[in-house]
């Protein structure tokens, strides 16, 4: 009866918060790749991004849905963008360190209704959107790869909106299993006799969207908050391995997400320290 319990809320918790604030920016970022959103904004930003991230301007279109849609989809844009030979490995590998993030639905709207107050989710969009920049600037190679250019024109028809749609489904259903099954595994840390502030930090190294309701509904602290939200729990790397398929490493991955959401949880502490 209890896993049934637990596998319901979890159900209920895709159902009114995962799938509302993820699965429209999927269609999205599927509708726009299929209708050359890659090459346009490497025409408007290819020079400012190549200067700043030392990194090929094909891979300018992955940070800004990284941006604007969210996990996984930065992921699925390098990894598209890799396969057409538009960047090297190493350059997959670096972009994709801080251009898949949590998207400004889930951090403004889901984490905003959750904590009570949507100027909260909005503050911490910006400053992930600050510490992700700072991050890939910080880190940038030395100096810019050349890489031949992608100039395969999109064939855009009637089918781009269903294909787009249908393209978004199969990840969806991945990441309501994921939440369903990370549901389950933080059950059993809920039974273990260890403080609230330990149990918060368990679930949002985990799994994003149980943590950040925990966090919220239960001991209500922001700089443990603004983790779980960079971070983005374990649950979202495996969407994050499974959508890269083993085409380049994610240890760079990995280490920056460790270093971005330590370096929120610090800001957010020092203000509360001092302001």
């Not at 855009?156 to 990441?175: C, E, G, Q, R």
Request: net charge positive.
């Amino acid at each position: 009866m209890a896993v049934n319990y637990i596998i319901t809320d979890a159900l209920r918790l895709c159902a009114e918060t995962v799938i509302p604030s993820v699965f429209p920016f999927m269609v999205l970022t599927n509708l726009l790749i299929s209708c050359g959103f890659d090459s346009m904004v490497k025409r408007l930003i290819k020079r400012p991004f190549e200067a700043a991230f030392h990194l090929n301007g094909n891979l300018a279109s992955a940070y800004i849905l990284g941006i604007i849609s969210g996990y996984p989809q930065g992921a699925y844009a390098i990894a598209e963008i890799y396969d057409k030979g538009g960047c090297t490995k190493k350059e997959a590998e670096h972009a994709l360190a801080f251009c898949n993030n949590t998207g400004p639905a889930f951090a403004i709207a889901a984490v905003g209704s959750l904590w009570g107050n949507e100027n909260t989710g909005i503050s911490l969009f910006v400053l992930q959107c600050i510490i992700t920049l700072l991050y890939g600037v910080i880190t940038r190679p030395k100096k810019l790869s050349q890489k031949p250019e992608i100039n395969k024109k999109a064939v855009v028809d009637f089918t781009v909106i269903p294909k787009a749609v249908t393209a978004s489904v199969t990840p969806m259903l991945n990441i309501c299993g994921f939440v369903v099954i990370f549901a389950l595994l933080c059950s059993f840390v809920g039974l273990l006799p260890v403080p609230m502030y330990i149990k918060a930090l368990v679930y949002s190294l985990l799994e994003i969207s149980n943590g950040v309701r925990y966090i919220c509904e239960s001991v209500r602290y922001a700089p443990l908050l603004g983790f779980a939200v960079i971070w983005s729990g374990v649950s979202v790397h495996m969407q994050t391995a499974a959508t890269v398929k083993g085409r380049f490493s994610m240890k760079k991955y990995y280490i920056g997400k460790v270093i971005q959401a330590s370096g929120v949880f610090l800001i957010i502490y020092l203000k509360k320290l001092f302001f």
